[in-house]
């Protein structure tokens, strides 16, 4: 984790909570008009959804929980005040969306709503657009090298970078 002296924030609007609504709201309506098949119906694909949205939610969570405890501001509309680079972000710069998308896709075969799968890809899409984008630029200016330290070895949305993944183990 580093600390630095705050710089305006990346956005004026907490985007990314709005985005991910939105998404679910139209998911929602358009499944009232035009509903899944039945065989989203299954038993084994409503435990695969609900698997899917705890997932998510662990993701939400976790990196909640670490953001707190490195004391770093969570809201995306706020400039940052520490990059935290352990716990689910060791995993996914973005653990929260990542969280927030899982929860969404889940969501289409846990309420058999087929229009969940690409609310949760215009979200995510819209997320990294409107924020993700904005943070990161936000982030290189605030924190320098141990940003690109970290953007270098850590994917944006999960997983090493395939530059890490080339770097021997030490």
Avoid: K, Q
Wanted: glycine share 6%; hydrophobic share 55%; with cysteine.
């Amino acid at each position: 984790m580093t600390t630095r002296r705050a710089v305006p924030p990346p956005n004026r609007v907490p985007w990314p909570p709005l985005l991910v609504l939105a998404a679910a709201l139209v998911a929602v309506g358009l499944g009232a008009v035009l509903p899944g098949p039945d065989w989203l119906n299954e038993p084994v694909l409503i435990v695969l959804g609900r698997a899917l949205m705890l997932i998510g939610l662990g993701f939400d969570v976790a990196a909640m929980f670490t953001m707190w405890r490195h004391r770093a501001n969570i809201l995306p509309h706020r400039a940052a005040t520490a990059l935290v680079t352990t716990g689910p972000f060791a995993w996914s710069r973005n653990p929260i969306y990542l969280g927030n998308t899982l929860l969404l896709a889940g969501a289409a075969f846990a309420f058999h709503n087929p229009w969940f799968v690409p609310a949760a890809i215009a979200a995510a899409f819209a997320v990294t657009r409107v924020a993700i984008v904005r943070e990161e630029a936000h982030l290189a200016r605030l924190f320098g090298a141990d940003w690109d330290n970290y953007r270098c070895r850590t994917a944006r949305w999960f997983g090493r970078t395939r530059a890490a993944l080339r770097r021997p183990i030490s």
